[in-house]
């Protein structure tokens, strides 16, 4: 009878301590917050968060940043893992949408306190197609029109959807039909009409024709990519505007070197040539364009895809 007395009593006080003392797993989770949608941006980084020139890493986020060469072509890479969907966020360069003024992509990302970003869609150009939601907020319905002065058919261009859990859709030909399908259907965050997709539910995509996006031209490019839940590739290839190498991938290429890279459950092709530019902080502590230091072709854009930290430090 005392022994088992003695066995309820411990237990008693375990349960106690249990209560009374929090897990580091429940401490940590405290500290990371939810980042609302119609925030400036997100929480400042932390200074010791930056272990190096190409890596970031707090609570709520890391960031890896590799070089590598493919094709006779220097090709630069990030992954990135977050916390939770907040994190993964857009921004435009001026509040006007109608009227837009470009900027340089550092300048956005300063402003919204990103830990990495890159260039998205540079909508400013891209009124004439497509549906535009950022941060939760429905800028345009599906249209169809015209571009760059060539008419283009319904369905002729992949469109980006992001949903409320950082995941990834590709609307692949996108026609109005199946625009308000997936919206009455999920809940967007942000959306894209640059494209076309270069990987669409695990599969790499083919026979890319030219849409006034060089498919078959050597050029710089950009790929944001999801490799799982929470996590996300982008991938930025050297083309002929860089130096030295003046060289770049087409958009098959570039599949196949997404391929290579292995994981990608989908990936989208943003805007290219000087367009494309990947930010990080520089030696100074600044934020810089690091994927090419070419000097003056750090093109001023209309928007960003970025990534924030969420965590609250004691």
């Known amino acids: 009878m005392k022994t088992a007395l003695r066995v309820i009593l ?23 917050v939810e980042i609302p949608l119609d925030a400036a941006g997100g929480m400042p980084p932390l200074e ?22 493919y094709e006779d072509t220097n090709y630069m890479t990030a992954r ?46 891209n009124y004439g197609r497509g549906v535009m939601i ?24 992949d469109i980006l959807m992001l949903d409320e859990q950082g995941d990834m859709h590709i609307l692949k030909a996108a ?9 009455a259907r999920h809940t967007v965050v942000n959306s894209f009409n640059f494209g076309p997709g270069l990987i669409i539910d695990g599969e790499p995509q083919t026979g890319y024709k030219n849409m006034n996006d060089a498919a078959d031209i050597p050029a710089q490019r950009m790929a944001f990519c999801q490799t799982g839940p929470l996590e996300y590739l982008c991938v930025y290839s050297e083309g002929p505007q860089d130096e030295p190498d003046k060289n770049g991938l ?20 943003m805007d290219g040539g000087s367009s494309a530019q990947m930010i990080f902080r520089s030696e100074n502590a600044a934020y810089d364009k690091i994927n090419s230091s070419t000097p003056g072709k750090a093109r001023e854009v209309y928007d960003i895809l970025y990534f924030v930290s969420a965590y609250v430090p004691d």
């Open 10 to 32: 411990v237990l008693l006080m375990l349960a106690c301590m249990l209560v009374l003392v929090p897990s580091g797993a429940i401490v940590a989770q405290a500290e990371i």
């Open 48 to 69: 010791e968060g930056y272990l190096s020139l190409r890596e970031y890493r707090d609570p709520s986020i890391s960031v890896v940043i590799e070089t590598g060469r």
């Open 80 to 125: 990135i893992t977050l916390a939770n969907a907040s994190q993964l966020r857009s921004a435009l360069s001026s509040k006007s949408y109608l009227s837009p003024v470009a900027d340089k992509p550092t300048r956005i990302a300063e402003r919204v306190k990103a830990v990495f970003a890159i260039n998205g869609d540079f909508y400013g150009e």
């Open 134 to 157: 950022r941060q939760g907020k429905q800028y345009r319905a599906f249209k169809a029109n015209t571009y760059y002065r060539h008419e283009r058919a319904v369905g002729n261009w």
């Open 175 to 183: 026609e109005k039909a199946d625009v308000e399908d997936f919206l």
């Open 250 to 269: 087409t958009l098959q290429q570039m599949t196949d070197l997404l391929v290579q890279l292995g994981g990608i459950q989908n990936a989208y092709c």
